[in-house]
């Protein structure tokens, strides 16, 4: 649970903030979770128990539901129960029948250009995706909370990392040095990789290279994961053959 406090007379013009008074309640979903009528239920009570403790009228308390699906199941319980709930911007729908506004947020949905960043705090990024997380966090001071974000999801999108990694672009690499990031994240992106690669080459090669002799064997994988991409190092470190025996794999490549 997140409260957000609004100074009075501010004006928030992106559309997830439009609904915003005094005091916002955010409950955000995990991407294993969903919400469910109990949650609706229980963050608004939350929101009536901060309302008596804190002497904050309810009118002027909203709460905010974040889910990265499609609320299905809720949206039907609160049609059933005369609720309304009608979508105001995509992925973004408001919620009257309560005293106080509500809004159900389906992040994936949300905009690129105003939400990105509550839009992309999941799993499952790709590598085109995380590049604009990082892009977006460019120039942002070193200990920010966006420092911590990014932290965040780099953590939960490995496969997205070793992607970036294949880019090589200046530009990300600056973002990962402002972000003290580089030795951390990069290093972890190639092991990690480089385990993904061990593991689908070497499985390949022993199809291949059954009966054919270890060294034969190992050559087999070798070539696959040159074919998958990696380097002729990471590849003799995975396969622990000579460098000088790999060096045609790379020129017939």
Do not use: C
């Not at 928030?12 to 916002?24: H, S």
């Not at 499952?124 to 420092?147: C, I, N, T, W």
């Amino acid at each position: 649970m997140v409260i957000i406090k609004k100074e009075k007379g501010a004006v928030i013009e992106k559309p997830l903030g439009a609904l915003f008074r005094g005091v916002n309640l955010f409950e955000y979903k995990s991407p294993q979770d969903y919400l469910s009528k109990d949650d609706f239920h229980k963050v608004g009570a939350y929101a009536r128990l901060y309302s008596v403790l804190n002497q904050v009228e309810m009118t002027d308390i909203t709460v905010s539901f974040v889910e990265e699906g499609h609320p299905r199941k809720l949206l039907e319980y609160l049609k059933e129960y005369r609720y309304e709930a009608a979508e105001r911007w995509p992925g973004i729908y408001h919620v009257s029948g309560d005293i106080m506004p509500v809004q159900i947020v389906e992040s994936k949905r949300l905009s690129e250009e105003d939400d990105i960043w509550l839009r992309d705090l999941r799993g499952g990024l790709d590598g085109e995706r995380l590049r604009k997380v990082l892009e977006a966090g460019k120039g942002m001071p070193k200990g920010s909370p966006v420092s911590a974000y990014i932290n965040m999801v780099l953590r939960a999108n490995p496969g997205g990392l070793q992607e970036v990694m294949r880019m090589s672009e200046a530009a990300l690499e600056a973002v990962f040095e402002e972000f003290g990031l580089t030795e951390k994240w990069v290093e972890q992106g190639i092991e990690q990789g480089i385990e993904r690669g061990i593991e689908q080459g070497i499985e390949r090669g022993r199809e291949q290279g059954i009966g054919q002799g270890e060294e034969k064997a190992k050559l087999l994988i070798a070539g696959n994961l040159a074919k998958m991409g990696w380097g002729i190092a990471d590849v003799a470190k995975a396969t622990e053959l000579d460098v000088s025996k790999l060096r045609d794999l790379y020129r017939k490549k």
